[in-house]
């Protein structure tokens, strides 16, 4: 199993990108997906997380300006990202809660960073 990042790149602050995470391999389920970011000289923290059933959870410092969504079909996770400020400035990381087909249970798979940087 392995999951794709794409969508960083430099944006102005209050400007938007949408980033995008597909999901590979020998997938029997997905359940949860998510995003973590990682800022410059800070610890890995939690972004958002949307689970099978399409239900939701942000992060204090970005809700109400990120949105997070999956494609079930295309096992692919998005974050649209609003109203960017450069605290938004980080390398954002996908992971997925995936069952493979012959493990019998779930186990989480992260993704390649991909670097959003907000600057004027």
């Known amino acids: 199993v392995q999951l794709q990042a794409s969508g960083g790149g430099l944006v102005q602050p209050g400007g938007s990108q949408r980033l995008s995470c597909a999901a590979s391999g020998s997938i029997f389920s997905i359940n949860h997906m998510g995003w973590h970011r990682q800022r410059p000289g800070k610890q890995r923290e939690w972004v958002a997380t949307?689970?099978?059933?399409?239900?939701?959870d942000y992060a204090d410092s970005v809700k109400g300006r990120f949105t997070i969504s999956r494609d079930n079909a295309k096992n692919t996770v998005y974050l649209q990202m609003n109203s960017l400020k450069s605290e938004d400035t980080a390398v954002y990381l996908c992971n997925a809660g995936v069952v493979p087909y012959g493990l019998g249970y779930e186990a989480d798979y992260w993704g390649q960073g991909t670097l959003v940087t907000v600057s004027s």
């Open positions: 949307i689970k099978s059933g399409d239900s939701a």
